[in-house]
C-alpha cells in the first residue's frame, strides 16, 4: 500500500467532508489506498457509533464509510487513468449522485473493519464503485455508488 492516503491529496476547499475531510477535526478522517486494483480502507469505530441493537454498528455509519471510500476510489482512479500518480496533481473531488446500500449481516462494534472497492466503470464525469465492507473476515455490507465529478464552474 502507499504511505499517502488519497484524502490527503484532495485540494483544501474540498477537504472539509465530516467522514473524509482531512481538515475536519471532529470527522473520521477515514483514509483509502490502493492495493492492485482495488482500494483499501481500515477503520475501528468508536463505541458511540453503535446502532439500534447494543454492540453492532450503526448503519447510518456503514454508509457514511462506503460512501466517502468510494468517493476517494472514484478520485484516485480518475487519476490514474489520466496516467498520474499520487501527488502528480490535487485530485479532482467527486461527490454522490446514487448510494445504494446491501446490508448482509450486523457489524459488531470494537473490531476493526475493512472496505475493499473496485470501480466497475470510469465514463466522462461518471464513476461507478462497487465496495465491500467486512468485519472478522466475513462481509456485512455491499455497496454500489455512481460517484459524480464536481465541475470546476460550481
Not at 475536519?24 to 446502532?51: A, H, M
Not at 478520485?75 to 446500500?101: C, F, M, N, Q, W
Not at 457489524?107 to 465514463?123: F, Q
Request: glycine share 10%.
Amino acid at each position: 500500500m502507499e504511505e499517502k492516503a488519497f484524502q490527503d491529496f484532495y485540494p483544501d476547499e474540498f477537504a472539509h467532508c465530516y467522514g473524509c475531510g482531512r481538515l475536519n477535526k471532529d470527522g473520521l478522517q477515514i483514509k483509502s489506498y490502493w492495493d492492485g486494483e482495488e482500494s483499501v480502507c481500515r477503520y475501528v469505530p468508536e463505541p458511540f457509533f453503535t446502532g439500534g441493537f447494543p454492540g453492532y454498528f450503526y448503519g447510518g455509519l456503514i454508509s457514511s464509510l462506503i460512501d466517502c471510500h468510494s468517493a476517494a476510489t472514484a478520485s484516485a482512479a480518475k487519476l490514474r487513468e489520466d496516467g498520474h500518480g499520487l501527488g502528480d496533481k490535487p485530485l479532482s473531488r467527486y461527490v454522490t449522485a446514487s448510494l445504494k446500500i446491501d446490508f448482509l449481516k450486523p457489524t459488531p462494534m470494537g473490531k476493526p473493519i475493512e472496505l475493499r472497492s473496485r470501480v466497475l466503470e470510469i465514463k466522462g464525469r461518471k464513476i461507478i464503485v462497487s465496495t465491500a465492507l467486512s468485519a472478522e473476515g466475513e462481509i456485512r455490507a455491499k455497496g454500489e455508488a455512481i460517484m459524480v465529478l464536481i465541475p470546476e464552474n460550481r
